[in-house]
T-cell receptor, first 115, second 113 residues
Framework: GAVVSQHPSWVICKSGTSVKIECRSL??????MFWYRQFPKQSLMLMAT?????????EQGVEKDKFLINHASLTLSTLTVTSAHPEDSSFYIC???????????FGDGTRLSIL | SQKIEQNSEALNIQEGKTATLTCNYT??????LQWYRQDPGRGPVFLLL?????KEKRKERLKVTFDTTLKQSLFHITASQPADSATYLC????????????FGKGTTLSVSS
């Protein structure tokens, strides 16, 4: 089946650091990728929809200047958490879709811990 | 208001029994409904997709039903095994390209031997 690779899987860094997370679709071209955030025992919260070659669409309440998304190719989207603070600590997951009515393929997530 | 609810936060059953998980939604008209499995510290994994005009879909020990009148989907795992223990998420697919799925909070299933 389709594979989405997300890297890194775990990041621990100091407050004020910027952290970049990569999401790659390995065996199909993903025109749309999605970024989610998940708190313990909570559902996936959509942060933004990333379309190749255009600006990301952010959900209400998600700061676009804080969470920078770049989708420069059909196989790669990146999420950069700028000037991260402890409240940004969470589990970030990306997914790629090949269209409506098709499964979404998820990365294995990135556990971000800000000290 | 629009809601998607998975009625049980946790479900505990014995090995060999059938697990039934419920997903209800309000004020949505999804074109498809999808079910995913999520293990701790991992991303969700796709299990089954059912279209609005399908009543039932099966895959090995898994069965999904979709009732658009009741606005409900049921997810069944027959002959459950301890390895089936995980969180199961239902998701609404509105049928629009480039639109994200809408996920429920999930039901954590524990199968004891």
């Amino acid at each position: 089946g389709a594979v989405v690779s997300q890297h890194p899987s775990w990041v621990i860094c100091k407050s004020g650091t910027s952290v970049k997370i990569e999401c790659r679709s390995l065996d199909f071209q993903a025109t749309t990728m999605f970024w989610y955030r998940q708190f313990p025992k909570q559902s996936l919260m959509l942060m933004a929809t990333s379309n190749e070659g255009s600006k990301a669409t952010y959900e209400q309440g998600v700061e676009k200047d804080k969470f920078l998304i770049n989708h420069a190719s059909l196989t790669l989207s990146t999420l950069t958490v700028t000037s991260a603070h402890p409240e940004d600590s969470s589990f970030y997951i990306c997914s790629a879709s090949s269209g409506s009515g098709q499964p979404q393929h998820f990365g294995d997530g990135t556990r971000l811990s800000i000290l | 208001s629009q809601k998607i609810e998975q009625n049980s936060e946790a479900l505990n059953i014995q090995e060999g029994k059938t697990a039934t998980l419920t997903c209800n939604y309000t004020n949505y008209s999804p074109a498809y409904l999808q079910w995913y499995r999520q293990d701790p510290g991992r991303g969700p994994v796709f299990l089954l997709l059912i279209r609005e005009n399908e009543k039932e879909k099966r895959k090995e020990r898994l069965k999904v039903t979709f009732d658009t009148t009741l606005k409900q989907s049921l997810f069944h795992i027959t002959a459950s095994q301890p390895a089936d223990s995980a969180t199961y998420l239902c998701a609404l697919d509105m049928g629009q390209a480039g639109t994200a799925l809408i996920f429920g909070k999930g039901t954590t299933l524990s199968v004891s031997s």
